[in-house]
């Protein structure tokens, strides 16, 4: 039973995103469906913005609410990393409309996966931050910042930046093309 | 300049050169005979336009077609034209000023358009860039030259029309995106001038992209893409004209754009000219500034382009920045006399789809992804400039049309068939179906097809994932109401089906 509990705390913040994300994405593709563009597009503008936030910020959330709650790091990390998990792998699945699953699994290494990565080490490191930050509020003696996740933060936005300062991404991808040549050739 | 590239060649492509102007001089002494003795007979024939080709044999495997009327009837003055070939890239057919959009400012290209024709029907049956690109050399579909995706090494198992140009007397110059996979760039020692890029997978970058120049890596002399790829062109034709008059070979220039294509990057000058457009009135109605992640399923993918309808504005940027460019060449054209015996044409490689059906991009076999803008001006072939022609043309003309306007024979193993009687009279009947083909291209979530397109119907099998698509283009323009499984589909799809295997 507290096994139970402990997981249901565990993954709780991860299924409220996935709600958020889930509705969001489901509203902002329904919206298209009406035609007065008075009501489409602030529909379309406000739940695309949350579903952008959900994906981008809510590993923060998670990360920052389990940390308080005291689980170990290789469960913040798992939790964590759901979300952009599920974002990647519902594009794996739509690739397959058009190619081998071998090949689809590779679309997991995509600059877009590389930079969701970066951006989740910069939020790993602040939700320790966050989440060390709360527990110190309510009275434990704890040291709010450290080496580790200060590194993590600076890591993830070096590299967030320097491959966006690299050609906007496009050598990136140049590199991932090439990765894709040499294990499939072109592919036909 | 003059000097031949100074790539050096492989062992094999010695002999296959030299096969090459064997046989040039063959079909050259040859043809001399024919084409006298046509002379004679049809000097003041009229242009049979509805067969104008007669299949002539010169021997084994050395079949041309020479067209059944006199050369000198296709060339200003009896002289050799000059000819600059100009490729956008990924332009939708619409976004000029000649076709009627409402903000985007072309002056060059309208200035063909008014001096020339614009072609109201144009495609590319393989609406991705290296096939694209591979089929305008060599005027052959993809599943004969070979690149069929943007993965596929360019092998060079067909010859160009550069090349049949230059073993004919022409001063040749590629200059620009050459954007076809393999080692670098390939060897083409025929050419006078080979100017391009191998940069990010040869997509290149708007600012400050490295050249290369006849096989030697150069920095750029100028910052922006354009003007540096025109700047060589200009020098390429002063280069010519510095020459003696009497003795000057025509030139053959191959001009290919970048602009088109993302991540769209504009000089200072033209940035931000068309921040207060008005994007909603040529975008779709469902798309949204998010629109890029909901076309690809995936709004994070969106932002990161930002928003779609800025992308559009700088879409449109690049390509007026393209367009101050041409308006140098022309200006040039102009200044040094040439306009008269200098045929020019402006294409785009493929179309482009912005927010129609859901898509973004190229690949798909909608009309937006395979239709191509496509204005030429050729003062001495054109009788009625600033006017349309509504028949069907293809990328793969393009290489048999210039052939022709040069007076060479036309290879046999090109596809495409030249536009010169379409050029010379609006009322020439056009080809009533052509193939639609496309091998999938790692990452685009687009599967492998093969279709047919006739005036009337659009018919495309996919390989996976998708039920095939029969859309009457009549009635149904928009393509909205795929006819697959009516009963009206289903009476005209053995015939449809029977064209498309007879590729």
Partial sequence: MKNRGSQQRLWKPVIIVFIIALLSYMIYYGSRRIENQDIHQPLAALFGTIYFLAIFFGPLYIFTTNYVQEFSLGKRILTASAIPFLWMTKDVIVSMGSHPFLECLYWYLNPLSVWMVCLLAIEMGLGTILGRFLLKRRGQPIKVVSVGPVLSILIGAIAFGGIYAWGQGENLFSLYLDGYRLLFGSGI | MTSKSKIPAKAGSYNRRDALKILGVALASGLTTLVLSKLKKSQDDVINPVSPYQRISLGQNTQVYQRD?????????????????????????????????????????DQIAKEGIIFENTFSPTPLCS???????????????????????????????????????????????????????????FLDLFVSYTYREG????????????????????????????????EFIQANLAQDKESRPPFCIYLAHRPGHPPYQAPDEISGMYDDADVTQVLPDLVDPWWYGKANRNVFQGIMMGSYYNQYRKYCETLTAMDRDIVRILEMLDQEGLRENTIV?????????????????????????????????????????????????????IAPTLLEIAGVPIPRDMDGESLVPIFMNPDVEGRDSFLLEFWRYF?????????????????????????????????????????????????????????????
């Fill in chain 2, 345 to 397: 044409i402006y294409m785009g490689d493929n179309g482009m789809q912005w927010g129609t059906h859901d898509c973004h991009g190229i690949r798909e076999p909608y009309e937006e992804s395979i239709r191509l803008p496509f204005i030429v001006s050729a003062p001495w072939l054109i009788p009625d400039p600033g006017t349309r022609r509504g028949q069907a043309a293809l990328n793969i003309d």
């Fill in chain 2, 131 to 189: 096939p694209s690109r591979a089929t305008f050399l060599t005027g052959a579909y993809a599943h004969k030259h070979g690149v069929k995706n943007n993965h596929t090494p360019w092998t060079g198992q067909m010859t160009t029309f550069l090349e049949y140009l230059s073993l004919n007397g022409y001063a040749t110059a590629f200059i620009g995106k050459w954007h076809m996979p393999g080692e670098g760039l390939p060897e083409m020692p």
């Fill in chain 2, 203 to 234: 997509q290149g970058a708007y600012f400050n992209c490295p050249m290369i120049v006849d096989g030697e890596e150069v920095p750029s002399r100028k910052p922006y893409i354009t003007e540096e790829i025109t700047d060589y062109a200009i």
């Fill in chain 2, 69 to 109: 009327f006199a050369t000198k009837q296709i060339q200003s003055n009896g002289k050799s034209p000059n000819i600059i070939f100009i490729l956008g890239d990924n332009h939708h057919f619409q976004t000029m000023g000649c076709a009627g959009h409402p903000f985007i400012q072309t002056p060059g290209i």
């Fill in chain 2, 443 to 503: 990452p685009e979530n687009t599967p492998s097809y093969k279709g047919i397109r006739t005036q009337q119907y659009k018919y495309v099998e996919f390989e996976r994932g998708r039920k095939p698509w029969l859309f009457d283009l009549q009635e149904d323009p928009g393509e909205q109401a795929n006819l697959y499984d009516t009963t009206e589909g289903k009476k005209i799809l053995p015939e449809l089906k029977s064209m498309m295997e007879s590729y």
